[in-house]
């Protein structure tokens, strides 16, 4: 297995333009969730889905939108970049919703830098 | 303002010493999970633990659950180089299955 894929490791965007990161697993998971990273700020919730189907918005979804077509994929796509959401984006997968008794698995980062 | 505070937000020792990272919340939480995260990489699960008063040990590493299920400590025992990185807390709020995460404590641990 795989496990969780991020595609790409790096990006620079200008101020505007817009892109779509990439999430793949190939472990079966129901339950995935993109998350931004930030010095100093942990990691904080963006979008989340329990399933093929099913969105809904986490702690700081403002100018981020995601579908879920597929069990694998789970796209997360910036609409028009500003320099504040310059940050890693980790995406990560559970076999369950249920997280306290799941282990998530973290995909390796994307790391945006919008000018 | 975070759900959990995590101290020190660094954290620099020699090698052989004993360190001690504190996750403290207000709230109260069904689970709390430690992560470890290393450059350039995703987080990954060190331990999850549920019930309150709850102490796990993975190996060097022992980690223990609030009695209130309010706070966690993470020790680790003669740490060794390998050990280096950023340690995460994450937290599931009761009736809320959404993890909370702590900002992390950098540990450095010196040959």
């Known amino acids: 297995n795989a496990g969780v894929t991020q595609t790409p490791k790096f990006q620079v965007l200008k101020t505007g333009q817009s892109m779509t990161l990439q999430c793949a697993q190939d472990m079966n998971h129901e339950y995935m969730s993109w998350y931004r990273q930030d010095p100093g700020m942990g990691l904080r919730l963006i979008h989340y889905s329990v399933g093929a189907g099913i969105t809904d918005q986490g702690e700081v979804p403002n100018g981020y939108n995601v579908s879920r077509s597929t069990t694998e994929d789970f796209p997360l796509r910036l609409l028009s970049a500003a320099p504040s959401q310059t940050s890693v984006y980790f995406c990560?997968?559970?076999?369950?919703?249920?997280?306290?008794?799941?282990?998530?698995?973290f995909g390796p980062g994307t790391r945006l830098t919008v000018l | 303002t975070q759900l959990l505070e995590q101290s020190p937000q660094f954290l620099s020792i020699q090698e052989g010493e004993n360190l001690t990272v504190y996750c403290n919340s207000s709230?109260?939480?069904?689970?709390l999970q430690w992560y470890r995260q290393e450059p350039g990489e995703g987080p990954v699960l060190l331990v999850t633990?549920?019930?309150?008063?709850e102490v796990k040990k993975l190996k060097r590493l022992t980690f223990q659950f609030g009695d209130a299920r309010k706070d966690s400590s993470l020790h680790i025992t003669a740490a060794q180089t390998g050990d280096t990185g950023l340690y995460l807390c994450a937290g599931e709020p009761i009736n809320d299955y959404k993890l909370s995460f702590g900002a992390g404590t950098t540990v450095t641990v010196r040959a």
């Open positions: 633990v549920v019930t309150g008063g």
């Open positions: 990560a997968s559970s076999y369950d919703y249920e997280t306290s008794t799941d282990t998530q698995y």
């Open positions: 709230s109260v939480f069904s689970s």
